[in-house]
């Protein structure tokens, strides 16, 4: 295998909280996350809010530093750099945010919004910006015309189409897609995805793609990493984990997409205010897990390969 | 839609909770007119769920404010009836129906933490609603309060009495809206986009609840949602709006199975879901453009520019509305045109 152009390693993130009186209080938010993407590759992350998918997505651009484990970037070390040499690595890895109504400035215009990471990431002249912030926009299907307007003049879906076109500025290898479609219609988030295909194939780009819908996830991804409670505890190709999943909260997660001729499980169990709190031993699943025994609530499950190609961290599911 | 659902064919005779005729509403913004619903139609049984499904854009949420007379401000004018139980909403005063609000007609919104107050506990804001409707005091309210929680499955309604809404998690805070919406036994629950803000696990248990709430409590219920996806799993009927208009209304098995409005095609085709093995990355049929702006005036069907087999009489004259019996509508050419025969086979 050739060396991938990201790889994680046991990366670990703890965020400390000190109340009033002084007691902290941590929240192990990413746990040992070893990952490795190779180049061209589309990798999702899917799981709930809180799992720790935008935390992970922060710690690879380094918008937050990890706590232990290391990032390797096409074979550089990026863990330990400063701020000021973080430039290239920004330049490489770009993202994409969930609301594109609070992720573009209302105070700039599309121009603007456009030629700012230029500015700063490259020394082209302003003829060569605009042409080239030109091409952008008609390569996320707009035209020049939009390019002195405001972004409050745009839909949802056009304005997510300019954070697109501003993560393309700098050329980046990598592009983080962090719940992209997650505010837009079903009509129009179709018409994102479909874009976000067309350019992985047109700029040989290399998705990190995050949404708490696998059925998104499925369509954009090879392979499809679960994540829980800052863990990840199934990673298998995309197709694999749609049909054939085996942890149960994947189970779960399928179990509840929406979808036409799919009947409406009836509410069995109550919910409980402490039922989603992952537990600090054993598997973080087990309160929800329908297939919990003794072992889940004192031991902790590892990522181990199931089959080849396909990861699982679960004491439950055993090879029949 | 008429008054036809297998579910409800029994108590069929019964009169509707809420009955929409013909309503039009325009909104008049510093001198300029804007239309933003045109000739809607809309019935709703007690214990039915009817879907209203459209993009933004698409006069869902105006259909909704214009039951419970929120309408945004300024001066607007109303025509046609909206009758929710024998009683004629439109020519109510807002004192009138400041007793309708909460009480018979209640709402649950998109965004639980805006729509909760935040400087309040949960418990305050329910046994509000309860005083306020119910004329309950004290230890009654409090009692009924807990009686609303648990109806929802909270596990320890006493401690989710006391906390705020920032304590909760976007799925425990919409079960809060639900329980207070719910409080009062209203006829009539609005539901404008109650999971949209949610992960898709707790969703699915949002779903229940409002299920929950039509079949055991016998409410009347409109589901407003843009996902095809999720108003298949909750609905009985459903209409399909699009710029103000309903294209197409029916039961909910044969909106979803033999839809006939192209919109309604288009919409169930752009919900990524399972392909089937070797048919992997098909591509998703996305609707070109957006929703036009209900100042535009068209001759036509306003669907005709996204439209995939638009015709020439499309861009010409607005289609004829072609009711097919059995509750099923459609507003379309192609569905005129193909006359009586094919939609009597069918």
Redesign the interface.
Known sequence: MTLPLLRLENVDKVFVKKTMMGKKSYIHAVRGITLDIQRGEALGIVGESGCGKSTLASLIIRLETLTRGKIILDGTDVTSLKEKDLRPLRRFVQIVFQDPYSSLSPRMTVEEILTEPLKIMTKLSKAEMHAKVTALLELVGMNASCLDRYPHEFSGGQRQRISIARALTTEPEILILDEPTSALDVSVQAQVLNLLNDLRQKLHLTYIFISHNLAVVKYISDRTAVMYAGQIVELGPSEKIMLEPLHPYTRELIAALPAVGKKLKPLTKAADMTENVAQERGCPYQNRCPLVDLRCKSERPPLAQFEPGHFLACWGVTKS | MTSTDSKTTGAAAAAPILQIKDLNVTLRKEQELIPILHHVNLTVHAGEIVGLVG??GSGKSMTASAVTQLLPGGSKSLQGSINFCGEELTTKSEKEMAHYRGKEIAMIFQEPMTCLNPVFTVGQQLEDVICTHQHLQGGEAHARAIAMLENV????PE??LKAYPYE?????RQ?AMIAIALSCSPKLLIADEPTTAL???????I???V??AADKAGAGVIFIS?????I???CDSIAVMYSGEIVEAGTAVEV??TPRHPYTK??????????P?GA??L??????G?VPDPREHMDGCRFAPRCSVCGENCTAKHPPLHVAGDGRSVCCWKEAEAGDTAITAS
Do not use: N, W, Y
């Not at chain 2, 992960?199 to 248990?205: E, S």
């Not at chain 2, 288009?266 to 392909?275: E, H, R, S, Y």
């Not at chain 2, 591509?283 to 070109?288: G, Q, S, V």
């Open positions: 993009e933004s499955h909270i596990k320890e401690k989710m909760l998690s976007g799925g425990m079960r992960d898709v696990t707790i969703q699915a248990q779903l229940g609840l299920k929950e843009h996902d095809l996806g999720v298949a799993q909750v979803l199975t288009a919409l169930l085709a752009a919900i990524p879901g399972f392909t093995k992997e990355r591509e998703l049929c996305a609707i070109p957006m």
